[in-house]
């Protein structure tokens, strides 16, 4: 902080002197000793984990998701949460390669494929604020209608037809060993830094996630926020699926399942609360970068992937029960003493 | 039963799903007959068996949605088992995948009983869990018709009075949860603990511990599931059952249960699945290809959570017509 | 005590919790066929002792004597099956549910020893409620029913178990005058039953309308008892606040200039109609009606929060359309919530974030928020309404019942409003805080503000308002001048529209 800690005229001060942590700074922290931990093991497994080339392959196994974590955190925080991104991305998907099957020029595929995204977070966003239905029940159904209808378009056929320089997205690099996807993380993270942590639109997600009532009754439009959470939801994951089509290089109904887990552990793993109303962005990048990590060193020691399916669950069961253990830990210790 | 069908949400579910039946038999004409109707529930067994074990977790503000992993696991434990040891005879695995079931349930259940932990998180870790315990324990292997016994596959197919056990089993478990839910202390503390968790604590429910056997409750008819599904289709991998876990939900969803707690009952959760149930016949007699099957279902959920929450939209205090209310009361007395 | 001995007795009894000993070595005495007041201002540990009385919390001191033994509650069931039962402030009963099963919950009649025996149920149920003349069907949905309804299951809930001590916490809170009349008959009644009664109350009419005997607690201590005929109302709120309070009502008279805002035919489809009013520059306007007679939901519509409302509003003489908070803010109307923690302010912000969250536009700049500016605004106010905090940063949650109470002030002040509405701003705030808002109060309209306060407080109404409005099951149904504004005349006007 960089305001003055005790003001002259006054007997009560602006802050307090910063004595104890901030909780999620410590979250923050211990996610830092981890990677470190992780990256240490991964060099002492693997010669070729340092290695540049290896280290920027690494990325691409988390980026698109990461992209779309950034804007569920804000979602979780104002106390909502989208469990069909992943169905975003098929159907986004879907569209970009009939689009590009049809002839559509590049920068056409790519708008498409946002503006679907956009769309179905708008329709999400729609039914959650106009009808006051749970999230987690709309997105329910959403993401079995927005898969649904893009196996209804493709069935089991594949797209694979897409107009030239496409593939630059998700395999192309912008200097040296950085790709165009580890950049476009990059901005967005900065991006989605400043929207949370700086500017009002951080601050009424804040208010929000910790009471709406409250929110409310002191002029905050609830609902369009809400709405706007959404959309940038989807939005988000339209971007992701332009990046992991254009990685791949085809389309199918099934491209991306199981992604929502991923994303919502990142998010929950980065330190915000399931509950809202809490979290940094940092923590989620921290959370995002440790991930791939992991991930990456147990290709490096041929560690099937399913397992890592496994250890995230493990990951998202423990770090969702930790605060409670500590709380528990810390009542018991109360009553020792 | 005419007031029943017209004012209660189940009751206008099962007429909708009764013409809609007859609607379909319409366009195709072997679509109504007994052996049909037979067929359609026994296909829908399955789901509403895990749907009935769904409902008393949504009931208790809970979800589960590690259902279909628990089938995956179970099936492929008791298939793997089968194979090894053909000799053991099925009540002794059908005992196993009830415990292993239980067990998974269990786990679930301990996370929100004792740690608090938000259900749909804990349920989202658990299925990706058994889901990869299910990759590890057969290596990503197949177990097919011809690796298990006879007596294995054959058991939920024999028919008893024109109806297979699996469709027996189903009705058997619908009974019991009418008798259990209505007619049991037990089974009226969840509604009590989903309805108003505070109130239920202060009458001496301990609600956590309710939550508890609802996940167990869910866990073990998965177990059992995990045995019908792979004896059902003679197959057991990895990837059985995926995403199975919505249709339950949506069955919960459709007959009526709230997902804030402390409302449903058998007979919705029933028709619900009933209504899944047809949609899934009748698209392939229909003409529609199966893919629209996962997009209608979506847009069933959709369309089932706007009717709930338009029915049960705040009534608000009717503070005008309070008197005209309660003199009208008094006069119908 | 003279006469009979106690049925249930407190002795030493302490709970502790972190930071804050909540009872500390309190005694109560009960006695069978006599109604004890519990007196205490808020925080006095009355619901805690609630709770320890009904085995939601377990005492860490002292013992708890019930038919001269001994005994220890492991749950809210044990103290239940003995006989204890209470009435509590929010009726927790099961909307979810019939009317029966809230009667019966965790005490079902069994047939064949396992099964709910649901003809029992209704049967038993429709004679409970007969003998305390409810005529509420035992078949019905609870969440169909009015609060006074609710009122009755949760009485019939306490009869069915045969219950030796019944408390009863703050009953009168949400009933309209005529219930308010059913449930004394109904104390009567328990009374000659022979039952123990713990009446919980803020109001002094009550106490000495209905109680024997009283007990006074201060801080969480143990402060006094004895027999209602032996005492008055003064000494009464001595025991209860260690000090007289001279002029809880600091009204000073202020300059009542050109009406501010004028209100036609505000309606609602159901909760409330044909509202008119207006308000002067300087005007206190008190807005008396119990509860449940539309007020709150009138003003929630004037500020913008209540939706389907027609009529016209008129600021300064300019109709203004409000279909939300923040078109409310932006036309200078405030509202301060009766539901505070849950309406009025996040508990989990800092004070400074607070105070400015509903002009976080005007004290941003590029989108970004200006921390000196912010800053500047949370000293500004919260100085000026002499919150009482360690910093501006300290999270609200941190903050005593009225320090809050004056964060919501100083945010809405910050926003230099015209009109502020307060919506029963002393409710459940100790005298001490109380005097302090009622002093606030004039201050303000000496600046020139205007001002609305909704109370269902007879004496913060008579005491405050420039002009009385009364209202009764959503209608206006009078207006009275300061000068000629009698209790009986208020209690009258809203009462009197009450079917007998």
Redesign the interface.
């Given at each position: 902080m960089t305001t003055n800690t005790i003001t002259k005229k006054n007997s009560v001060p602006d802050f307090l002197p910063v004595g104890k942590l901030n909780k999620f700074v410590r979250w923050e922290s211990f996610l830092v000793i981890i990677l470190f931990g992780v990256c240490v093991l991964n060099s002492f497994l693997s010669p070729y984990f340092l290695d540049p080339w290896n280290l920027s392959d690494a990325t691409f196994n988390f980026t698109e998701k990461a992209l779309i974590a950034l804007p569920m955190a804000l979602l979780i925080i104002a106390r909502e949460i989208d469990i069909s991104v992943a169905a975003i991305i098929a159907l986004s998907s879907t569209v970009m390669g009939l689009v590009s099957e049809l002839g559509a020029p590049l920068y056409a595929v790519v708008v498409t494929g946002i503006a679907v995204g956009g769309l179905c977070g708008l329709c999400n966003g729609l039914l959650v604020t106009k009808f006051a239905i749970p999230s987690i029940v709309v997105t329910i159904g959403t993401m079995s209608l927005f898969r649904g209808i893009s196996y209804i378009i493709l069935g089991d056929e594949v797209l694979k037809n897409y107009p030239d320089g496409f593939d630059f997205f998700g395999q192309g690099y912008v200097y040296w060993v950085v790709s165009f996807e580890f950049v476009t993380f990059i901005i967005f993270a900065l991006v989605f830094y400043w929207l949370l942590h700086k500017s009002i639109f951080g601050r009424r997600t804040f208010a929000i996630g910790n009471n709406p009532d409250a929110a409310y009754y002191s002029g905050i439009n609830v609902n369009r926020h809400k709405l706007i959470l959404f959309v940038l939801v989807g939005l988000m994951s339209g971007v992701a699926a332009v990046l992991l089509t254009s990685r791949l290089g085809s389309t199918r109904p099934s491209i991306a399942m199981g992604w929502e887990l991923s994303i919502i552990t990142m998010v929950v793993l980065g330190g915000v609360s399931i509950l809202g109303g809490s979290g940094t962005i940092g923590g989620v990048v921290l959370a995002v970068i440790l991930m791939g990590m992991v991930t990456f060193g147990m290709g490096l020691v041929n560690i099937p992937g399913i397992v890592m399916t496994i250890i995230v669950g493990l990951m998202l069961m423990f770090v969702v029960s930790l605060p409670v253990l500590i709380s528990m830990y810390k009542a018991k210790r109360q009553r020792q003493v | 039963m005419k007031p029943f069908l017209a004012n209660s949400r189940e009751g206008f579910l099962a007429l909708v799903v009764v013409v809609m039946f007859f609607a379909i038999g319409l366009i195709a004409q072997d679509f109504v007959s007994i052996s049909n109707i037979v067929s359609i529930f026994n296909d829908t067994s399955i789901l509403m068996i895990l749907a009935l074990g769904q409902m008393l977790v949504i009931v208790t503000r809970c979800?589960d949605l590690s259902v279909a992993a628990n089938v995956a696991f179970t099936g492929m434990l008791v298939a793997m088992t089968n194979n090894m040891y053909p000799e053991l005879p099925v009540a002794l695995l059908i005992a196993l995948a009830l415990a292993v079931g239980a067990l998974l349930g269990a786990i679930n259940g301990v996370?929100v009983w004792l740690?608090?932990?938000?259900s749909?998180?804990?349920t989202?870790?658990?299925?990706?869990?058994y889901?990869?315990?299910t990759?590890?324990i057969s290596d990503g292997n197949w177990i097919n018709s011809h690796q298990m016994s006879a007596a294995f596959i054959d058991l939920p197919r024999a028919v008893i009075l024109g109806i297979p056990v699996l469709g027996w089993l189903a009705i058997l478990f619908i009974l019991a949860a009418f008798?259990l839910l209505?007619?049991?202390?037990w089974g009226?503390n969840f509604?009590?603990a989903?309805?108003?968790p505070?109130?239920?604590?202060?009458?001496?429910?301990n609600v956590g511990k309710v939550q508890f056997y609802a996940f167990l409750v869910s866990g073990t008819l998965s177990g059992l599931c995990g045995y019908l599904w792979v004896s059902r289709f003679a197959v057991a991998y990895?990837d059985v059952a995926n995403g199975f876990e919505?249709q339950v939900?949506?069955a919960c969803?459709i007959g009526g249960v709230s997902?804030?707690g402390?409302?449903g009952s058998v007979f919705g959760v029933v028709m619900g699945a009933l209504f899944i149930g047809v949609v899934n016949n009748a698209l392939p007699v229909i003409g529609v290809?199966p893919?629209?099957?996962?997009?209608?279902?979506?847009?069933v959920?959709?369309a089932a959570?706007?009717a709930n929450?338009?029915s049960g939209?705040s009534k608000?205090?009717?503070?005008?017509?309070?008197?005209e209310a309660?003199?009208a009361?008094?006069a119908v007395? | 005590m003279s006469e009979g001995s106690p049925i249930f007795r407190l002795e030493g009894v302490s709970k502790l919790f972190p930071g804050v000993k909540a009872l500390d070595q309190v005694n109560l005495n009960l006695y069978p066929g006599k109604v004890t007041a519990l007196i205490g201002e808020n925080g006095a540990g009355k619901s805690t002792l609630v709770k320890t009385m009904t085995g939601i919390y377990q005492p860490d001191e002292g013992q708890i004597v019930f038919d001269d033994k001994p005994i220890q509650f492991s749950s809210p069931q044990d103290s239940h099956q003995l006989g204890i039962t209470a009435i509590h402030q929010e009726t927790v009963l099961f909307d979810n549910l019939s009317v029966a099963e809230n009667v019966f919950l965790g005490n079902y009649p069994r047939k064949h020893g396992l099964f709910v025996d649901w003809q029992a149920m209704f049967d038993n149920t429709q004679q409970i409620l007969t003998s305390i003349n409810a005529e509420i069907d035992p078949k019905a949905n609870l969440g169909g029913l009015s609060i006074g309804q609710k009122h009755m299951v949760a009485i019939a809930r306490a009869l069915s178990i045969d219950a030796k001590v019944v408390v009863l916490d703050e009953p009168t809170a949400a009933l309209s005058h005529h219930e308010i009349q059913e449930l004394y008959d109904l104390v009567e009644q328990l009374k000659a039953d022979g039952k123990a009664i713990l009446f919980i109350t803020h109001k002094f009419d009550e106490i000495f309308r209905i109680a024997d005997y009283y007990t006074v607690f201060r801080d969480g201590r143990y402060i006094g008892e004895g027999r209602i005929c032996d005492t008055n109302e003064e000494s009464l709120v001595e025991m209860m606040v260690a000090r007289r309070i001279e002029d809880t009502y600091p009204k000073q008279d202020a300059d009542i200039g050109d009406v501010v805002l004028d209100v036609t035919s505000l309606s609602h489809p159901t909760e409330f109609d044909d509202i008119n009013l207006t308000l002067r520059k300087g005007e206190i306007l008190g807005v008396y009606g119990l509860v449940g007679s539309g007020r709150t939901e009138a003003m929630q519509a004037l500020f913008g929060a209540n939706h389907s409302v027609s009529g016209q509003i008129r600021i300064d003489g300019e109709t203004v359309t409000i279909n939300s908070p923040a078109e409310a803010i932006n036309q200078g109307i405030v509202y301060v919530p009766e539901e505070r923690q849950k309406q009025g302010i996040v508990l989990e912000l800092p004070i400074y974030q607070n105070i400015s969250l509903p002009q976080l536009s005007a004290l941003s700049k590029n989108a970004c928020v200006d921390l000196d500016d912010e800053m500047n605004l949370a000293r500004q106010f919260g100085e000026r309404l002499r919150v009482k905090t360690s910093s501006w940063n300290e999270q609200v949650g941190n903050l005593s019942g009225g320090n809050q109470q004056k964060v919501v002030i100083a945010k809405w002040l910050a926003t230099n409003p015209k009109v502020i509405i307060l919506d029963e701003p002393t409710k459940g705030i100790d005298i001490g805080s109380k005097a302090a808002v009622h002093a606030f109060m004039s201050e303000l309209v000496q600046l020139g503000l205007s001002v609305i306060m909704v109370s269902s407080e007879l004496p913060e109404i008579l005491g405050m308002s420039d002009r009385i409005l009364v209202m009764s099951e959503g209608r206006l149904v009078g207006e009275l001048d300061r000068s000629e504004a009698t209790p009986e005349q208020v209690v009258t006007l809203a009462t009197g529209g009450v079917a007998a």
């Open positions: - | 979800i996370f740690l608090k932990v938000p749909i998180v804990i989202l870790g658990t299925m990706s869990v889901r990869g315990m990759f590890l008798v209505r007619f049991t202390e009226r509604y009590s989903g309805g108003n505070t109130a239920a604590f202060y009458s001496g429910v990895v919505l939900v949506a969803v997902i804030m402390g409302l290809s893919f629209w099957q996962m997009a209608i279902s979506g847009a959920i959709i959570v706007i929450s338009r939209k608000g205090r009717i503070i005008l017509r309070d008197r309660s003199q009361a008094v007395k | -």
